[in-house]
């Protein structure tokens, strides 16, 4: 009688006995580079103890170039490129890519049918990496971002989390400047507009403006939280004016929301800088256009999108980045002065 045929191990029992996921187990046993040496180490221990054989067919499928990568935006709206944040970050990515062979597809991924559509281009392997830029909460794109085997890299990091690749801007360390600089000025009654608060960027700048506000003993409750863009900006200042009418200043966590409580704070009849200074964060151009022109925190936003593609290219080619974190700076225009009782 004849021995039945041993059993071969699957992917799915060394990724278990590694105790990794299954695109991390992929990841190691093809050597792609974009894993950690633990990973690796515990996978090829597993490699050993099962006495596993990769299928050469799906190892060939997995080593494919397929000469494109994926930005894919957490959003469903194709005017947000019309916000400098997401065009500068557009062109910083496409500016490294230009001088490799490589193609850029874009994809807004906030809906059912766009994550579905990324999921679609991740499964038949049309891309050989992944940037992920504008995530919220516990945004789903996050989770299917997981369950592949590609390089993945953050713009920014998920609310909550800490993927193994980002690149962010120094966001806490930002708004705190911003808070000082209010409070250097002789500013008292400070209040921010924060971002909205399921994404990281938003929590991290309300924090860094609270932690100022705290190291001085000041008020750290005037806050009102709208969604990163102008009119937003405007209808939270409106709010803080009626609850807070002796507020002294405004530090708006963008340049667009800033935009917009100048333009609420004239409707008002207060007069910016001498009644309110205002502060913003980004030094987008039209930071400068604003009137008064706007005092505001410069986060690399174009280097931010470069950095993003030249770490995802460093993982397709083997290489482990470590994450970055970009430095912010204070640039002081005349939307910010001493409040009157310092003057004179």
Request: with cysteine.
């Amino acid at each position: 009688m004849s021995t039945p045929p041993k059993r071969r191990p699957t992917l799915d029992e060394v990724a278990r006995t590694a105790g990794v996921s299954r695109a991390a187990a992929s990841r190691a046993l093809n050597r792609s580079g974009h894993v950690s040496r633990a990973t690796r180490e515990a996978v090829e221990r597993a490699v050993r103890e099962l006495d596993y054989v990769p299928n050469p067919t799906a190892r060939a499928l997995a080593t494919q170039r397929a000469e494109a990568v994926v930005l894919a935006v957490s959003h469903h709206d194709p005017e947000l490129f019309a916000d400098p944040f997401h065009t500068q970050v557009l062109v910083g990515v496409s500016a490294v890519l230009e001088r490799t062979d490589l193609v850029l597809m874009l994809v807004l991924a906030d809906s059912d049918h766009g994550r579905a559509r990324l999921e679609r281009i991740l499964r038949a392997r049309r891309a050989d990496g992944l940037m992920l830029l504008s995530l919220h909460g516990d945004d789903p794109l996050h989770h299917l971002a997981d369950k592949t085997d590609l390089p993945v890299v953050c713009g920014g990091r998920p609310l909550g989390a800490e993927p193994h690749w980002y690149v962010d801007a120094d966001n806490r360390g930002g708004a705190r400047l911003a808070t000082e600089h209010l409070i250097g000025l002789g500013r008292r009654r400070v209040a921010t507009i924060t971002g909205l608060l399921d994404t990281d960027v938003g929590v991290q700048r309300l924090r860094g403006h609270q932690e100022a506000l705290a190291v001085a003993g000041l008020d750290t409750s005037l806050v009102a939280e709208a969604d990163f863009n102008e009119s937003g900006g405007y209808e939270a200042a409106r709010r803080l004016l009626d609850q807070h009418p002796d507020l002294d200043a405004i530090f708006a966590a963008s340049d667009n929301m800033a935009a917009g409580a100048l333009r609420a704070l004239r409707d008002a009849g207060r007069g910016v800088p001498d009644d309110v200074s205002v502060v913003g964060f980004d030094d987008a151009p039209v930071a400068g256009l604003m009137t008064p022109r706007l005092t505001t925190v410069r986060q690399p936003i174009r280097q931010l999108g470069s950095e993003m593609a030249r770490m995802l290219l460093a993982l397709i080619n083997g290489e482990d980045p470590s994450p970055l974190i970009l430095p912010t700076r204070l640039v002081v225009r005349e939307s910010t002065a001493p409040a009157r009782q310092s003057l004179g």
